[in-house]
């Protein structure tokens, strides 16, 4: 059984409900997750279910109101790409909406490779109430 177009919509809606469970069952236990951002020329790289669900679930931490919206998908071979709009409100009350994509190497029916990827614009100040 293999991944398919639609198991990776039925994947964002997961991350959009903020559900681990619903997230993690489409990955490998030893799955490699290279993050939009990082120290390295891949940005941070987690390794691992363990760590890729703490990744996930530390976004939607820092970002209660985290969603990918206008989320597309396709699959090819043992490859996928999955393109969406993100966006999420820091504490300080900043704001981030920003284009991305994710790409995948698939394995049968898990995800063994996500390399995600965000356009970086400025934070949208937080709108002072008066």
């Known amino acids: 059984?293999?991944?398919?177009a639609d198991d990776l919509a039925s994947l964002f809606d997961a991350f959009?409900?903020?559900d681990i469970d619903g997230v993690m069952r489409f990955f490998a236990k030893d799955c490699v997750f290279n993050g939009v951002a990082g120290p390295e020329v891949y940005g941070t790289r987690f390794i691992g279910a363990e760590q890729?669900?703490?990744a996930f679930t530390g976004v939607w931490t820092t970002m209660p109101d985290a969603h990918w919206a206008h989320h597309s998908h396709f699959v090819h071979g043992d490859r996928a790409v999955s393109e969406w709009t993100f966006s999420g409100t820091n504490a300080d009350g900043s704001h981030v909406e920003a284009e991305g994509c994710d790409l995948?190497?698939?394995e049968g029916?898990?995800?063994v490779r996500k390399q995600a990827f965000r356009k970086t614009r400025p934070l949208i100040p937080s709108r002072a109430k008066s």
């Open 104 to 106: 995948f190497t698939l």
């Open 109 to 111: 029916a898990k995800i």
């Open 52 to 54: 890729i669900a703490a």
């Open 1 to 4: 059984m293999a991944i398919t």
């Open 16 to 18: 959009n409900r903020h």
